[in-house]
């Protein structure tokens, strides 16, 4: 999908974060609120998407999660195109289901 001849792509973090203390726990729990905040929906446990409508505005939000990083665990992220996300195979136990669909987007003439 293109926007304003722009491609669109989405924005994958994936993390592994500690959980053994309290603390661990807020900065876990902190970390994805700034997802669900900045507008990441969860596509499984401790991977998280968002569709941008190019790789200016992909790049916006992954200087906020770089800004974001949680002092301990890992963190990875991974920007992929419309067509590359379109080709991901998803199942639940061995029934396969339709993938996720970028939001619509307003077309401006």
Sequence with gaps: MTFGGM???????LFDLPT????DRKEY???RKF?????F???QYSVYMRH???????????KRVKSKLPP???VRILKITDKQFGKIEVFYGAKRKP???APEQLSLF
Aim: hydrophobic letters at 45%; aromatic letters at 6%.
């Design 7 to 13: 491609n669109s792509v989405w924005v994958i973090v």
């Design 20 to 23: 053994e203390t309290p603390l």
């Design 29 to 31: 729990a902190q970390f």
């Design 35 to 39: 997802l669900l905040d900045d507008g």
């Design 41 to 43: 929906t969860m596509m």
């Design 52 to 62: 941008s409508a190019s790789d200016e505005n992909a790049a916006v939000h992954l």
């Design 72 to 74: 301990d665990g890992e």
């Design 99 to 101: 993938i996720e669909q």
